[in-house]
């Protein structure tokens, strides 16, 4: 055998070896790491310990006692309900179709770490919905939004339509398999966790700028930084699936993508007329439509598309002197507690 063929065969054995994050079946050796961002993004995670035994929901009961108009109140209570089906929506798909298909053992730990959070944002909302809606018949209602809310159960058919598409596969054996994964992940990136969520936090932090509520925009505050972890993991898994099949993304993919933005912003619209029905002073339908295909563009543009709707955002309390505030919140947890976060919030990054 000649020393050429020698080399050939290396390269082939070599070629075949190498192992990518979407190919079938779960490497288990974390050294050499392939893709440390993910570990990284694992410390990361673990540094922004929180829990909700530390959010203080005093002055939140007195606010819905004496300061809320009824309007409020209907807002207050759509907005927990959907938070509550919400988080649980995105742990299942979590469990059911994202772990088994990531194929690197630094991201599943990521993985392992974002169910974790899931699950502590669902004991956050399950506090809400405990402690804002005293009457039994109406918590009920609200624990069964799915069942009891049509603009929640068109949020979470939404949900279902483009998140359960791979249910049935067990091995993302072709290139048409890995397009059925990313457009999964893309709408739990995107849609839920970067379109439904923010929508909602946008809710939570203008009642903040009215100075109600500080117990659930302190626990919201923890919640969006957990989240925007999240979509970050998701959007580095989507890079470099792209990077390294680029085939993945072809016209239809992105055409896939714009509809499915499309009918993530239309979903929304239908709960905001819900959640604004009672008229809210200061928030109309109108400027929340505005803002999610603000929010939209932002997430095609993170995605490597160009922007759809040209959007600017309509909320002045969402402006950049929030983040001093966001950023002194995490200061005083910092020094009062072993486990915190370093740095500043961006909002730029994700509005």
Known sequence: MSALSTTFDVIKEENRMQQYLLDPGFALTLRPMRYPVFYEMYRDAIRNTWTVEEIDFGIDLNDLRNKLAPADRHLIERLVAFFATGDSIVANNLVLNLYKHINAPEARMYLSRQLYEEALHVQFYLTLLDAYIPDATRRNEAFAAIESIPSIRAKADFCFRWMDSIDALDKLETREH??????????????????????????????????????????????????????????????????????????????????????????????????????????????????????????????????????????????????????????????????????????????
């Open 178 to 351: 890995r397009r059925q994964f990313l457009l999964n992940l893309i709408c739990f990136a995107c849609c839920v966790e970067g379109l439904f969520f923010f929508a909602a936090f946008a809710y939570v932090w203008f009642l903040r700028s009215r100075g109600l509520l500080p117990g659930l925009a302190a626990g919201t505050n923890w919640v969006f930084r957990d989240e925007s972890g999240h979509m970050a993991f998701a959007f580095e898994v989507i890079r470099t699936a792209r990077q390294e099949d680029p085939g993945l993304f072809d016209a239809g993919m992105e055409r896939d993508v714009r509809k499915m933005m499309h009918e993530a912003i239309e979903v929304e619209a239908i709960f905001a007329d819900d959640v604004l029905s009672g008229g809210v002073n200061g928030l109309s339908p109108q400027e929340m439509r505005q803002y999610l295909m603000y929010v939209a563009d932002q997430r095609l543009t993170a995605l490597g598309m160009v922007p759809e709707f040209g959007a600017k955002n309509p909320f002045p309390f969402l402006d950049l002197q929030d983040v001093q505030e966001l950023t002194n919140f995490f200061e005083r947890r910092v020094s009062a507690y072993q486990v915190g976060i370093n740095g500043a919030v961006a909002f730029d990054d994700v509005f």
